[in-house]
């Protein structure tokens, strides 16, 4: 048994998980869904129906639960803040990522023209394409593609120098891909956006739960992700630095705030969900080291990093034997997320997906989870898409082992 899977406390992460306790078709529900959404720490629901039960309000009231609301929020960006390594007034909360993209990149076209240009990238979510290219078309702008590599599953670089040039505006760079899980350069390509004087927003979506992250490190302008994927509630969060989002203008009601970080946040927030924040970030910093919450952070994702890595390395290896897999993902020398997309041959993805639930209460899921550029370009659509496992902090060895006999058995 590997070292790191023996000292890791999985059984004591697993109490802290009432979803774990459910039962499917007699057996304990395996969850293997986590890059579709983590299951909620019990510390963060408490949270969450704390709020609810003392009575929410809206902002800027003069009694006390309008001022405890303040309170809440203000606490959340500062947890945000010590985990991705940002100043809390640069802490913007949505119903989602997808939304908050939507919404800064029509606040950001405001100052592009005709002749701009936009660089995506062939192996992201959707979410950080279709933002850009929806201004893009709206304006005539150019976009241009950093090309993703159908081998190696890794983007090339070769040709930055071409793609980023003097009229860039804005590159968007996902910094882990939640089909295959492929961890990018983004600082690389970061650095060359920068020798332009172009914007650069990087999708964390995927990352956070699983890699420390300093966006400053990574020189975004704009970090997006979302506290569902790290065992909080359905809220979407943008980091973005202060100079780029005090020019924002973003569309608004005439009397809401004019200042940051308030003045992306239409409408009234989910203050019970922004409650459930902040005790998401500290089930990391509970299992880490140091003197501050953030140095916290950064020691339990780490811990984390280590223990899913040597559980996906198992179940890689295992899949990896079989004549009947294919698997999908970069070579050793890539850093990855514990995300395994594969298929297997003479099965849809969905029926093994069925099967698994069905026959042994394993969830995992099946499709293109909006990598459909790179679906396309691997041509896995036209079977059904991929078959995705991704692991959490709560999943164990035996659950890995029971994974793979599952498979066998198909």
């Known amino acids: 048994m590997n070292q790191n899977l023996v000292t890791f406390p999985v059984e004591t992460i697993r109490e802290q998980f009432p979803a774990l306790k459910r039962q499917c078709n007699g057996k304990s529900a395996v969850y293997f869904d986590g890059p579709g959404g983590s299951q909620v720490v019990q510390s963060s629901i408490e949270a969450i129906t704390s709020y609810m039960r003392n009575g929410g309000a809206n902002l800027h009231g003069a009694f006390p639960s309008s001022v405890e609301t303040e309170h809440t929020i203000e606490e959340a960006r500062k947890a945000v803040g010590d985990l991705l390594g940002v100043k809390d ?89 939640n089909a295959v899980g492929t961890i990018n350069d983004v600082a690389k390509i970061a650095t060359k956006a920068k020798e332009v004087g172009a914007l650069v927003a990087v999708d964390a979506v995927h990352a956070v739960p699983h890699i420390p992250i300093n966006r400053d490190s990574l020189q975004a302008d704009i970090l997006l992700c979302s506290a569902y994927k790290f065992f909080g509630p359905h809220i979407g969060i943008a980091a973005i630095k202060s100079d780029v989002f005090e020019s924002l203008e973003p569309y608004k009601l005439v009397p809401a705030p004019s200042y940051i970080p308030d003045k992306l946040e239409t409408g009234t927030q989910n203050h019970e969900g922004i409650a459930g924040i902040r005790p998401a970030i500290e089930f990391f910093a509970n299992l880490g080291d140091g003197t501050s919450r953030r140095d916290k952070i950064i020691s339990g994702i780490e811990r984390v990093e280590v223990y899913e890595n040597s559980l996906a390395s198992k179940i890689r290896g295992e899949l990896a034997s079989l004549n009947k897999v294919t698997l999908y993902q970069a070579d050793s020398s890539v850093p990855k997320t514990p995300t395994i997309a594969f298929q297997v041959k003479g099965i849809t993805p969905e029926e093994v997906c069925r099967k698994l639930s069905d026959q042994s209460a394993i969830f995992i899921a099946s499709g293109d989870f909006y990598a459909t550029t790179l679906a396309n370009k691997l041509g896995i659509n036209k079977s059904g898409g991929w078959i995705r496992a991704g692991l959490a902090p709560y999943n164990t060895e035996k659950e890995a082992n029971h994974f793979i006999e599952a498979i066998k058995q198909l």
């Open 89 to 177: 007034k640069e802490v913007a909360f949505g119903a989602n990522m997808t939304t908050l993209a939507f919404s800064i990149a029509r606040a950001l076209a405001k100052g592009w023209k005709q002749g701009d240009e936009i660089v995506v990238t062939e192996l992201d979510h959707r979410a950080n394409v279709d933002p850009w290219i929806t201004v893009a078309n709206d304006l005539g702008l150019k976009i241009r593609w950093i090309k993703v590599d159908p081998q190696s599953l890794t983007l090339q670089y070769d040709e930055l120098h071409e793609l980023i040039n003097e009229n860039t505006k804005l590159v968007a760079i996902g910094l882990a891909s």
